[in-house]
């Protein structure tokens, strides 16, 4: 068990709701429209959930390499900065994590066809990209971007296609507020890093902003994603049900006060970690209106 507690520790666990949670709308939409199919939930879920997991460990090599995680940062230690995991050895897992999702690709794109494998190539791509390569898109403020696509549009739209190769407006509609709130957890990570990020010289949006800018750019993602839901809902564009996810802005209000106005580590760490359950209820309660 210790010897798999680095590994347990690199795939980031608090942070795979990131991906579980627009998945789990996509797969609630296709229930509610008479398309759903259990492998198709099955095989996108645990898909999604291992790129998410290759990409936590890709980005603890890379951020290693380049020098992001070192002593003074904040937050969980890192296995490889920390030397609990050899940079060969984590790549070697990065290779085996995306060969175990390429292959629950090629079985949803029996289903759904061709695109199915677009999608998973771009994602694959996009997460070793991030901060890994020549010249990351993390570190000249680009993450936010890839993360609203990926995570929000492309993981809901794709979550809902593979069961019918279909994708209906619904589907584009609702990637938007799931997009914002995990744009959202990415924003709370580099608000708290944001002074080990810019001596390393990665430009994430919170070092390039300033810290205060990021804080607000939080506020405007988290209030920008349950006002989108409340119009989409009131308009009749997506599921009326949908509308429970709006249930989840209450929670929403304490969180986003102590990213405005926290500074210490293990405040923000929490709020980090909270920002995450978050994004997770959202998703739950919009995909439960979507079935229903």
Not at 41 to 66: E, K, W
Not at 97 to 124: C, D
Request: positive net charge; charged residues 10%.
């Amino acid at each position: 068990m210790s010897a798999l507690r680095p590994w347990v520790s690199a795939a980031r666990p608090a942070t795979l709701w990131a991906s579980a949670a627009p998945v789990a709308v996509g797969n609630g939409l296709a229930w509610g429209e008479g398309a759903f199919r259990w492998d198709a939930c099955l095989v996108a879920m645990t898909a999604a959930l291992l790129i998410n997991i290759g990409a936590n460990f890709a980005n603890d090599a890379s951020d290693a390499r380049r020098g992001a995680d070192g002593p003074a940062r904040i937050g969980p230690t890192r296995a490889v900065a920390s030397g609990l995991i050899s940079p060969r050895a984590m790549w070697a897992a990065v290779a085996v994590v995306f060969g175990l999702a390429a292959a629950g690709g090629a079985y949803l794109a029996v289903i759904a066809g061709w695109p199915v494998l677009a999608i998973g190539a771009a994602s694959l791509a996009a997460a070793l990209g991030y901060t890994g390569g020549p010249r990351p898109y993390g570190y000249i403020g680009l993450g936010e971007a890839a993360v609203f696509i990926f995570f929000g549009l492309a993981a809901t739209v794709g979550s809902r296609f593979v069961h019918d190769a279909t994708a209906p407006s619904a589907a584009w509609l609702l990637a938007l507020p799931m997009g914002l709130t995990v744009t959202a957890i990415l924003v709370a990570n580099n608000v708290r890093d944001v002074d080990t990020d810019r001596a390393a010289g990665k430009h994430t949006l919170a070092v390039v902003l300033g810290r205060q800018g990021g804080r607000y750019l939080y506020a405007a993602l988290m209030a920008g994603a349950f006002a989108a839901l409340a119009l989409e809902g009131a308009l009749g564009a997506v599921p009326r049900f949908c509308l429970l996810g709006l249930l989840a802005a209450p929670f929403a209000v304490p969180v986003a006060a102590a990213i405005l106005r926290d500074t210490e580590g293990p405040a923000l760490i929490r709020a980090l970690r909270a920002t995450a359950r978050l994004h997770a209820l959202f998703g739950c309660l919009i995909a439960l209106g979507a079935a229903l």
